[in-house]
């Protein structure tokens, strides 16, 4: 039973390319995450996104923009990928404001920039 | 700023018990998670700790001491697929989870 489901589970893109990380869960959370996951660096957040159409700043946005056009559907995209941005991709979700709810993962995309 | 420390790696023998610590500063506390993940795959969710004291599920325990700014989740009776990092996260003041770098357990026969 998939509750997260991310587009794809390997990537490899090319230095100054635009890319498009898809994240769709079926659960009706209100809220939406994208994390990257590096070596000794654990989960950083990227975007949340807690609404349709709304969005907020994470730890480390710089280089990425977000788009909430559903409710089910939170999108990451990097505008001009680097090789800096090689990394673990996850995306989350969970319900709004419920501190005992805990987070879904998709799968993760592994994205390489070359 | 928030911290949330847990040990990198550690290795334990098939059918022993072993802990894995974490310890945390945060801008107030709504909980503390522990996710367990298998490489190459998503973070799963093993326990929620909001009062102290220990939570048990099966081989798994999860204790929590708000005070102290500690936790720990002790799994018992390890089977070789325990192998895998161990997140642990607390959830601040303004619901949002803040993640240590995760313990890679290693489970020897």
């Known amino acids: 039973d998939v509750k997260v489901t991310q587009s794809s589970r390997y990537l490899v893109k090319r230095t100054g390319e635009k890319v498009f990380l898809e994240c769709v869960q079926d659960?009706?959370?209100?809220?939406m995450f994208w994390y990257r996951q590096d070596p000794g660096l654990g989960l950083r957040l990227i975007y949340f996104?807690?609404?349709?159409?709304?969005?907020e700043k994470g730890d480390i946005p710089e280089g990425y923009s977000v788009s909430r056009e559903k409710k089910e559907r939170f999108s990451l995209i990097l505008e001009s990928a680097s090789t800096n941005q090689t990394s673990m991709y996850l995306c989350?979700?969970?319900?709004?404001?419920?501190?005992?709810?805990?987070?879904?993962f998709g799968q993760g995309t592994r994205l390489t920039v070359v | 700023g928030q911290n949330i420390d847990q040990p990198t790696e550690m290795t334990a023998t098939e059918g022993a018990i072993v802990q894995i610590n974490c310890t945390y500063q945060?801008?107030?506390?709504?909980?503390l998670f522990w996710y367990q993940q298998h490489a190459g795959e998503a973070p799963t969710f093993l326990s929620y700790?909001?009062l102290d004291g220990l939570e048990e599920k099966g081989r798994f325990s999860s204790f929590l001491s708000r005070s102290k700014g500690y936790s720990y989740l002790l799994l018992k009776e390890l089977q070789m697929k325990d192998s895998a990092s161990y997140l642990c996260?607390?959830?601040?003041?303004?619901?949002?989870?803040?993640w240590g770098a995760g313990t890679k357990l290693i489970i020897k026969p």
């Open positions: 989350a979700s969970n319900m709004w404001d419920r501190a005992n709810t805990e987070a879904f």
């Open positions: 659960m009706d959370h209100e809220n």
């Open positions: 996104s807690y609404d349709v159409k709304m969005k």
């Open positions: 945060t801008s107030g506390f709504n909980g």
């Open positions: 700790n909001v």
């Open positions: 996260a607390v959830m601040d003041s303004n619901y949002q989870l803040i």
